[in-house]
């Protein structure tokens, strides 16, 4: 690109004029960026908000977020997702108030558990106004468009990697902060996957694809082969209470948090089981089928259950105290819902 100056001063005075208000933009203070940007990955900003709200109240700081319980932690992120991003905040958190100096550089901050390089890039411009771009889907979208390229990206790293370059080139030295948000919120918000609203474009006269008709068609990534499962899942209540498994503490992506156990987990070879709830999800690239079973426990199961330390009865007025898996905890209230 030729005139990148006049670029970003388009970008920047837009940016200026039509930043969306979200809560972490009012008093940026470095903890808030942080809290906002583990939270914001692979969460949409508008179910984020509540908690960071919720998160604020409870964990105001560095330090308190540190001394916190774990389960405590993990409970104000329930329905969040991706509950390593807790833990890894928590960590880092605990890092950070040992330093006696808060590190600046964007490949520094790679180095704390949780954060990419587009978390360090986005921290530390907003943060300490270090010159680092930040890449991500959107940013992605939008330079595909501005610079018409119809190579065809196996997945969305690949493309990440393949605008890094052109990213940094186009980043604004003197406030990389405000740009790496300008770029992010533009993509978000005006150069949107299906219907860009060109006609808002500051960068309108800089697009190459808008000049050649193609917006639409890009950024061109290979489809992707869906995989689909099932999952077999029990409700088995005894005394008021209801069987749940907690996912071990080595567990890869939920680690003790509550779930309806599988059936795979139990043996329970001879029980009679009615199918009572059937639902659909994906995560990435997975299509997932989960069916519930309601099963008559008969007299000696749930003590055989109680000897595996995995498996605990939780009485229905104590389900809201622990953490579930945020479907779990959707699946648990509708069936319960329908028994009323
Ligand atoms: S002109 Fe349209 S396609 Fe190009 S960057 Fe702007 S919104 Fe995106």
Same mark, same amino acid.
């Given at each position: 690109?030729k005139? =990148?100056?006049?670029?970003?001063?388009?970008?920047?005075?837009?940016?200026?004029?039509?930043?969306?208000?979200?809560?972490?933009?009012?008093e940026?203070?470095?903890?808030?960026t942080?809290?906002?940007?583990?939270?914001?990955?692979?969460?949409?900003?508008?179910?984020a908000?509540?908690?960071?709200?919720?998160w604020?109240?409870?964990?105001g700081?560095?330090?308190?977020?540190?001394?916190?319980?774990?389960?405590?932690?993990?409970? /104000?992120?329930?329905?969040?997702g991706?509950y390593?991003?807790? =833990?890894?905040?928590?960590?880092?958190?605990?890092?950070l108030?040992? /330093?006696?100096?808060v590190?600046?550089?964007?490949t520094?901050?790679?180095?704390?558990?949780?954060?990419?390089r587009?978390?360090?890039?986005?921290i530390?411009?907003?943060?300490?106004?270090?010159?680092?771009?930040?890449?991500d889907?959107?940013?992605?979208?939008?330079?595909?468009?501005?610079?018409?390229?119809e190579?065809k990206?196996?997945?969305? #790293?690949?493309?990440?990697g393949y605008?890094?370059?052109?990213?940094e080139?186009?980043?604004?030295?003197?406030?990389?902060?405000r740009?790496?948000?300008?770029?992010?919120?533009?993509?978000?918000?005006?150069?949107?996957?299906?219907?860009?609203?060109?006609?808002?474009?500051?960068?309108?006269s800089f697009?190459?694809?808008?000049?050649?008709?193609?917006q639409?068609t890009?950024p =061109?990534?290979?489809?992707?082969?869906?995989?689909?499962?099932?999952?077999?899942?029990?409700?088995?209540? !005894?005394?008021?209470?209801?069987?749940l498994?907690?996912?071990?503490?080595?567990?890869? =992506?939920?680690? !003790?948090?509550?779930?309806?156990?599988?059936a795979? !987990?139990?043996?329970?070879n001879?029980?009679e089981?009615? /199918?009572?709830?059937?639902?659909?999800? #994906?995560?990435?690239?997975?299509?997932?089928?989960?069916r519930?079973y309601?099963?008559?426990?008969?007299?000696?199961?749930?003590?055989?259950?109680?000897?595996?330390?995995?498996?605990?009865?939780?009485?229905?007025?104590?389900?809201?105290?622990?953490?579930?898996?945020?479907?779990?905890?959707?699946?648990?209230?509708?069936?319960?819902?329908?028994?009323?």
């Open positions: 690109m005139n =990148r100056g006049a670029f970003r001063k388009k970008l920047g005075c837009w940016y200026n004029a039509h930043a969306r208000e979200l809560p972490w933009r009012q940026a203070t470095l903890y808030r942080v809290v906002s940007e583990f939270m914001c990955q692979q969460t949409r900003i508008d179910t908000i509540p908690y960071f709200h919720r604020m109240e409870v964990f700081d560095f330090k308190t977020l540190a001394d916190a319980p774990e389960e405590k932690v993990l409970k /104000l992120w329930e329905g969040l991706y390593r991003r807790a =833990r890894n905040l928590q960590s880092l958190a605990g890092m108030v040992k /330093l006696d100096k590190p600046t550089s964007a520094r901050w790679e180095k704390f558990p949780g954060v990419g587009y978390t360090a890039a986005a530390t411009s907003i943060s300490f106004g270090t010159a680092s771009a930040c890449v889907g959107n940013v992605v979208r939008l330079l595909a468009r501005i610079y018409h390229v190579k990206f196996k997945n969305i #790293s690949e493309a990440v605008f890094r370059e052109k990213a080139q186009l980043l604004d030295d003197q406030n990389p902060g740009h790496n948000q300008a770029m992010m919120e533009l993509g978000a918000t005006v150069c949107l996957k299906a219907r860009p609203q060109c006609s808002q474009c500051p960068v309108v697009c190459r694809a808008h000049s050649a008709g193609k639409e890009l =061109r990534f290979q489809s992707r082969k869906i995989s689909t499962t099932s999952i077999d899942r029990i409700w088995m209540v !005894n005394d008021k209470s209801l069987l498994r907690r996912i071990p503490s080595n567990g890869p =992506r939920l680690a !003790n948090i509550f779930e309806l156990p599988p795979e !987990n139990l043996s329970l001879g029980c089981k009615t /199918l009572i709830k059937q639902a659909k999800r #994906s995560i990435g690239n997975q299509r997932i089928t989960e519930i309601s099963i008559n426990s008969g007299k000696n199961l749930p003590r055989k259950i109680a000897q595996n330390s995995d498996f605990r009865w939780i009485s229905f007025d104590a389900l809201d105290a622990i953490t579930l898996s945020g479907p779990h905890r959707r699946w648990i209230g509708e069936i319960l819902k329908k028994d009323v």
